[in-house]
């Protein structure tokens, strides 16, 4: 009985996202996936998320899920919003009581603390038309 408890503790574990530090080549690792999240949480809880599968993207919130395609002028946009929120990443800010950003899939998270403002995200969902 022991044996099979540990063992799912095991694949629990390993099935878990591993931490790693926001660089560009660990972003890239998960974006080479096709299959990952990029989630906005705001200081105050409020989770926001934009998930890629393939050439699909779900937009989730407190407002209905919004399913539709990925054009590849809008992969650019959504890289390109990712390159600066990186670029503004902050070790001296603490996720917990800051507005932060998570990017994972199934084997990695980074997660990028940057010291601006919320409106990025607001921004980005305003011009990808999404609700």
């Given at each position: 009985?022991?044996?099979?408890?540990?063992?799912?503790?095991?694949?629990?574990?390993?099935?878990?996202?591993q931490k790693v530090d926001p660089t560009v080549e660990n972003i890239n690792t998960i974006f080479d996936s096709k299959d990952f999240t990029f989630?906005?949480?705001?200081?105050?809880?409020?989770?926001?998320?934009?998930?890629?599968?393939?050439?699909?993207?779900?937009?989730?919130?407190?407002?209905?899920?919004?399913?539709?395609?990925?054009?590849?002028?809008?992969?650019?946009?959504?890289?390109?919003?990712?390159?600066?929120?990186?670029?503004?990443?902050?070790?001296?800010?603490?996720?917990?009581?800051?507005?932060?950003?998570?990017?994972?899939?199934?084997?990695?998270?980074?997660?990028?603390?940057?010291?601006?403002?919320?409106?990025?995200?607001?921004?980005?969902?305003?011009?990808?038309?999404?609700?």
């Amino acid at each position: 009985m022991k044996g099979v408890l540990l063992f799912l503790i095991l694949i629990f574990v390993a099935g878990c996202a591993q931490k790693v530090d926001p660089t560009v080549e660990n972003i890239n690792t998960i974006f080479d996936s096709k299959d990952f999240t990029f989630e906005f949480i705001k200081s105050d809880g409020v989770k926001e998320s934009l998930s890629f599968r393939g050439d699909y993207l779900v937009y989730k919130s407190d407002k209905p899920i919004y399913r539709r395609e990925v054009s590849y002028d809008e992969v650019l946009l959504i890289n390109d919003f990712i390159q600066k929120i990186l670029n503004l990443h902050s070790d001296l800010l603490d996720p917990e009581t800051s507005s932060h950003y998570i990017i994972k899939n199934t084997a990695y998270k980074v997660v990028i603390v940057p010291n601006q403002e919320d409106y990025y995200f607001e921004a980005l969902m305003k011009t990808l038309k999404l609700p």
